[in-house]
């Protein structure tokens, strides 16, 4: 019996029907673990919570027989069928942190008008739960699969993927692998990325008016949606108008109040990814656009704060007045998010995250950054790179996940683009498959994540269909 039979088909949704209540028990003692990352402990890279998932996750899989490996406290390994493994799913336990607004307890599963509420649910511990159980339905279904299947767990995505990094070091992984950490149908580019830092000093200079400190974003793949300056030898009245005229112009809410002995002008935008700082409003460069434009006494501070504006313009996503600008007809356009910044009396520091087209990888990246930063004397203090990755179109994983996408959906497939980085980025023939469906925000990183009961259901199906073709 081919496992492309309607007959096979059949199976795995009787499996799956048997199955159900058993799957959701597990997802929901899974999300009830706080998994976010803590202080490095021994035999806990990640921190107790994420360490406690992985250890949770081991468990179910001995439950049902797997023999687990365990690499270095930081991700987990099963096996089925013959070594080495033909294809692989990589998958993440650890979670972001909750925030406020929560209409239910984001470690307690909630299942409500067909969905499934909680921390994780989408982003990863659903979609783990569905790759385990494809897994447990694959070696039931076909005990003498022909090729091997590694399911990996790890307990490091959501701060930099240390855990696969590490994994990737001693460990050769599948020759085909996705990861269900992104979206339907199938993620087969991502672009590349830079993150470079910089700074500068000087002396302290205490003439009025003048900028004594600026807060912005603390995070680099973020775009800030919240920044403040605390400014001197202005009054509360005098701003009013800069502050209409730059909220104006902006987007962004911008307002003063008084603070101590000075002003603070607060910044209030809109938040987004920085693989699509377009959609967002990015507080931090409206704020210096309006400095930028006030008159402060001269000083060097001051200057760096023009400078920082010209190389950073408000609404410049595209990296042009950096002298980055670039796209190709695959990968599309280079995007910059000037995402953290600190400015004191003495200094400031800061860096920014751009996603690279394929064209940037023969391109001197950060030599051009490091040109442009150092004509405003400003030092590019450190930087990482990753170039682009891409898994052909027409490889015969590529396509076996696109056709069960379209038997299970009834959507065409097709092959998407990603401005973020995936699990599977640095992963010769990996790409991301799942789970978040076309049209469907499942408020991944935000208050009340879920993930709809069909979307599961569908998910795990479609990932023991992939297991079957492909080692059955």
């Known amino acids: 019996m081919g496992v492309n039979s309607v007959e096979m088909r059949q199976k795995i949704e009787d499996w799956f029907e048997l199955h159900t209540d058993e799957m959701l028990e597990d997802l929901g003692r899974l999300i009830a673990v706080k998994s976010i990352r803590g202080a490095a402990e021994k035999g806990a890279p990640c921190g107790y919570g994420p360490r406690e998932a992985l250890t949770l996750v081991r468990s179910m899989l001995e439950k049902r027989g797997f023999t687990v490996s365990d690499f270095e406290d930081i991700i987990i390994t099963a096996d089925v069928g013959p070594s080495p493994p033909l294809m692989g799913i990589l998958a993440h336990v650890d979670v972001v942190g909750v925030g ?65 990094a590490q994994y990737l070091e001693k460990n050769k992984p599948p020759p085909n692998v996705f990861t269900p950490d992104a979206s339907y149908p199938v993620v087969n580019i991502e672009k590349g990325r830079i993150t470079p830092f910089f700074s500068a000093s000087w002396e302290k200079d205490a003439k009025l008016p003048r900028v004594v400190s600026i807060t912005g974003g603390s995070t680099t793949n973020v775009a800030p949606d919240h920044a403040e300056a605390v400014i001197e030898g202005f009054t509360v009245g005098e701003l009013e108008a800069y502050c209409r005229e730059y909220s ?16 603070a002008i607060i910044a209030q935008g809109v938040s987004t990814h920085a693989a699509t700082p377009e959609l967002g ?51 599309e356009e280079l995007t910059v998010n000037f995402g953290v910044f600190r400015y004191t009396e003495i200094d400031f520091s800061g860096n920014f995250d751009s996603r690279t087209p394929a064209c940037a990888d023969e391109v001197d990246l950060l030599g051009i950054v490091s040109s442009a930063l150092e004509k405003e004397g400003i030092a590019m203090t450190s930087s990482t790179i990753s170039h682009c990755h891409h898994t052909p179109e027409e490889s015969v994983f590529v396509q076996t996940l696109l056709r069960i996408y379209e038997e299970h959906t009834g959507n065409a497939g097709e092959c998407l683009v990603a401005g973020g980085q995936t699990y599977a980025h640095d992963i010769p023939g990996g790409v991301a498959f799942g789970c978040a469906m076309p049209g469907v925000d499942n408020l991944i990183h935000g208050v009340n994540e879920f993930i709809g009961f069909e979307q599961l259901m569908i998910s795990a199906k479609m990932f023991a269909c992939a297991i079957l073709e492909m080692c059955g």
């Open 248 to 263: 104006e112009k902006t987007g962004v809410a911008i307002s003063a109040r008084e603070d101590g002995g000075g002003v």
């Open 281 to 331: 409003k990015n507080a931090q460069t409206a704020l210096l656009e309006m400095l930028s434009a006030m008159p402060f006494a001269q000083s060097a501070g001051f200057e760096y704060i023009r400078a920082l504006h010209r190389l950073f313009p408000h609404g410049d996503y595209y990296g042009r007045a950096l002298g980055i600008a670039m796209s190709d007809e695959k990968t």
């Open 100 to 164: 406020d607004g929560w209409d239910t307890d984001p470690f307690v599963m909630t299942v409500k008008d067909g969905k499934i509420y909680g921390r994780g649910a989408t982003d990863n511990k659903g979609p783990s739960i569905a790759a385990m159980y494809a897994m447990y339905c694959a070696a039931e279904l076909c005990p003498q699969l022909h090729s091997g299947f590694r399911l990996l767990l790890g307990s490091g995505e959501e701060t930099g993927c240390l855990d696969i």
